[in-house]
């Protein structure tokens, strides 16, 4: 993720009592810069527009603290080529590497061709404001659908892979 979204996330997320939770807390975290990030300087406490509403929608919710809120203590930074990086991610050992993010972090993915499988979760606001996603694609990306999973409180869920 950018190192706005992990700010953000990362001043959420370890109290939070959503079912996402654990796994976002156990997961481990790669932060991406475009500059010389200091570990120090992520966990400042400047918030974005996007903590404060989830801090004000979850207001009366209790909060606990989560032990595996040492990920987002102790992130690894990576500050080279986005697409060495992702090359290098993909390499290692573990599970799929998932990204999380703003449209701004998420266009530089697509337009380097970077994105293997599309998880879009649409949640039932309308903002009337936003980034486009898909504004700086090279090309027309052909998608087969994956799943679709409804949620809850309204979200849906459409997982995408590239057609071959």
Known sequence: ???????????????????FAPPMNEIP??????????????????????????RAQSADAPTRAVPAAESWMNPRVATGDLADEIARLKQEPGKDVVAHGGAAFARSLLRLGLVDEFCLLTHPVALG????LFVELPAPLDL????TRAFPRGAVAHVYKKRT
């Open 29 to 54: 975290k790669v932060v991406f810069s475009r500059g010389d990030l200091q570990r120090s300087n992520l966990h400042r406490s400047e918030a974005t527009r996007a903590l404060a509403d989830a």
């Open 129 to 132: 404001r936003g980034l486009p």
């Open 144 to 147: 087969e659908l994956l799943e």
């Open 1 to 19: 993720m950018g190192s706005r979204t992990f700010r953000d996330m990362a001043a959420y997320w370890p109290t939070s009592t959503e079912p």
